[in-house]
């Protein structure tokens, strides 16, 4: 596609709920990054795909986040048992090279809501 | 901890005003930093400076990084109300030394500008 696309672009869930937020990247694009924003703070890095393979999860908060890549292109970011901390933008980003940001385009974001 | 730290949080100006907001960081093995432009919800990307005392342009907007002091500025020039966004700071680690990727961005909490007509 031309950009980033993210779907949904908002999401209200029930407290205790499973949601899937997806991510297509821009065709071409080895290298594919999620980051959750929270009002009135910068992104903050959640993991990082090389390929299939997640090369860096370092920023999953903890285990009900799991994000999956099994193609190398579309990328789903799972989470479980809902809490209403979890509540923030979910931002993708996709780009050629693995480490240079520079070339990583970022999608209009998913807003999840956890009431 | 690594950290990135910018200033001021909010900023409003008048159009045609000259801004200048402000970035530092704190980040193990440092590689490069990047700005950001962000209108709603998705960042823009500005610059990326590696290199000290290297001036970035593009248009109004300028960059320039300090690698002895640690920290970055972004100017604009002229503003217009079309300026109004949130700019965020991010610093990019080293490729470790194993060999692995790295591909994270450390971000800043962003500086709001507001550009009134």
């Known amino acids: 596609g031309a950009g980033v696309s993210q779907t949904p672009s908002n999401k209200v869930t029930e407290k205790g709920k499973y949601v899937e937020l997806r991510c297509d990247p821009i065709?071409?694009?080895?290298?594919l990054y999620w980051y959750r924003q929270s009002l009135g703070q910068g992104p903050e890095f959640l993991i990082y795909?090389?390929?299939?393979?997640?090369?860096?999860d370092s920023g999953l908060p903890n285990d009900r986040f799991f994000a999956v890549r099994p193609e190398g292109s579309v990328s789903t970011l799972k989470i479980q048992r809902t809490e209403r901390g979890d509540s923030a933008v979910y931002l993708c980003?996709?780009?050629?090279?693995?480490?240079?940001?520079?070339?990583?385009?970022f999608g209009q974001g998913t807003r999840l809501t956890v009431v | 901890e690594d950290k990135v730290v910018q200033s001021p949080l909010s900023l409003v100006v008048h159009e045609g005003d000259t801004v200048t907001l402000n970035c530092s960081y704190e980040v193990t093995n440092f590689r490069s930093l990047l700005w950001y432009k962000q209108e709603k919800k998705a960042p823009t990307f500005l610059f990326m400076l590696t290199s000290s005392g290297i001036e970035k342009k593009s248009g109004r907007l300028s960059s320039i990084l300090d690698k002895k002091e640690l920290f970055s500025i972004l100017n604009i020039t002229a503003t217009q109300t079309g300026d109004s966004a949130i700019y965020l700071c991010?610093?990019?680690?080293?490729?470790?030394?194993?060999?692995?990727?790295?591909?994270?961005?450390?971000f800043g909490k962003g500086t709001k500008l507001s550009v009134k007509p």
């Open positions: 795909f090389q390929g299939t393979g997640a090369a860096d």
């Open positions: 065709s071409g694009h080895t290298a």
């Open positions: 991010a610093a990019a680690p080293r490729r470790s030394n194993y060999g692995g990727s790295q591909g994270n961005l450390i």
């Open positions: 980003a996709s780009s050629f090279a693995p480490v240079t940001n520079t070339e990583a385009f």
